[in-house]
């Protein structure tokens, strides 16, 4: 059997709460959508303002006066701690921070490369976000100007004007050892400086900032019209030279254009030239340097001319003094070296023994005093001792120096046997001092008594080695009183010349003969007796006596005649 089914009709109840579905849906049901969307909205864009604000960097940067500067990140930030160096494993530089800029507290190199690190701190609100603090660093080279000219033609009467490759805030310029620095009230790129002469050469330099030091390099000028080229030297021309200073030439031309392949030469003392730049060449001696009391000439070709030099048709001449050296550093070497009575005690610590040290001290001798070697000094040596002035004391200890350097000749007429400290005796007295190369014999000192009897009495390193009587020279011919170094020591020789009548006379075999006045002489003689005056004007002892003095008086023995 089928089933069958029927559909009934909705009630009354039913239809009313269908119509109230349909007007839910369409109304109130739907209401509470629209806030809630916009609360949604507005909380992602919270949400994307705080990683924007989170993920903003601090910077930094060079720009601007100081040497850097600190960028803040979105949101704000304070500035902590700043490290700088120089470069990554260099020395920290202090600094001072105002209105985030980096300051240096002490001036840097122009050219220098540092390091900078800077802690930023974030705001507490953020830093949920992005971390309470922010590290950031920049690696860079302060700034730096270059001159554009070095090398400057001036007609008479124009400004020394500078020129930078950059515009500049402070600029240093000088002579070496001398220089002034001007802050400029605003950046310039060329500056106009004093002009002291038609020619001449002055040490620039400029800094981009003004908490920068550059390093100054000479800037030459020269004259218009002089010739095809010109040339500076450094020191001037006719100025006082030191035993090793160089001598600077600039040119206003290439070098090789100028010379060639030659470099000019210097009579005095070694060294060798050096090019400097392609514009400048300088002579640097070497050793003991040109020689205390040298004179230095340099000549350039025709067609150069020198400023301050003699300029014409066969070139450029030139000439420099070196100035002795001082008495009291003479004395302080012979001292040094065993040759004089004296010993020197430094004030504070001696000189290097190198030779540039020791030239040094030659014309600025360092302080001291000097003492007496011996006891039981002799009146006479006292009296001739002086530390501030050469005297026969220094004449005898040069001699003697010179004899034991072998600087001297067996000719009387030798100039190395007349104790004046040349510039030879100079270099091998400073050669001397650097190895320690000291006299071992001692000090003697002879006086001769022309009283009544006659006497000689030799003194040696505070005593008395010999005494006896001696013959001085008659009254025709007498023996010069005073006080003599020795320059002559013969063991044996011939004595000859002319006695008061006129004749002629030739003694040969006249043993342990010291000169020390002319022909005057300590030596050996046979006389029947002795005690008064018998001789031509030598000095005459009996020959054992004469051997036992001869050993004391080599050259440089004072002998004091009284």
Known sequence: MAHISYLRPASAYERRLLAYDRLGSRGRARRPIVPIAIGLALVAALVAAGIVVSTSSASVTADGPGLAAVGMPI???????????????????PVVVRANEVWPRKPLPAGQRVSIVAIVKRPGWISWLGGSTERVTLGTVTPSAQLR??????????????????????VTYGTVGAVRRRVLASAQDSITLPRPGRAGSVMVAGAPRTWERAIAVPVSWFPAGLARASAVANPNPGARLTPDEPI???????????????????????????????????????????????????????GVALVGATNDARGARATWRVPPGSIVRLHQLLAQLGYLPVTFHYAGKPPASTPQAQLAAAVNPPKGTFTWRYPNIPAALRSDWSPTASGVVTKGAIMAFEANQGLISSSYASPFTDGVATPAVWRALIKAATANQRSTFGYTFVTVSEGSPETETTWHDGK???????????????????????????????????????????DPGIPYTSYFNGGDALHGFIRASYGFPQSLGCVEMPFSQAGRVYPYTPIGTLVNVV
């Open 464 to 506: 008395v080695v010999v005494h006896g009587l001696v013959n001085t020279g008659i009254s025709s011919a007498p023996t010069a009183q005073g006080t003599f170094p020795t320059f002559t020591h013969l063991r044996v020789t011939t004595m000859s010349g002319t006695n008061p009548d006129g004749s002629h006379y030739s």
């Open 149 to 170: 000219s070095r090398f400057l033609t001036l007609s008479n009467g124009a400004p020394l004007r500078v020129a930078f490759d950059k515009p500049v805030r402070t």
């Open 248 to 302: 600077t030439l600039t040119f206003s031309q290439p070098v090789t254009s100028v010379l060639g392949k030659n470099h000019p030469a210097i009579t005095a003392g070694t060294g060798s030239w050096k090019v400097l730049s392609s514009h400048v060449i300088s002579f640097q001696p070497s050793g003991s340097g040109y020689g205390l009391g040298a004179t230095v000439k340099l000549g350039l070709p025709a």
């Open 75 to 93: 949101g704000g930030g304070t500035l902590g701690r700043v490290t700088v160096t120089t470069g990554p494993h260099g020395a920290q530089v």
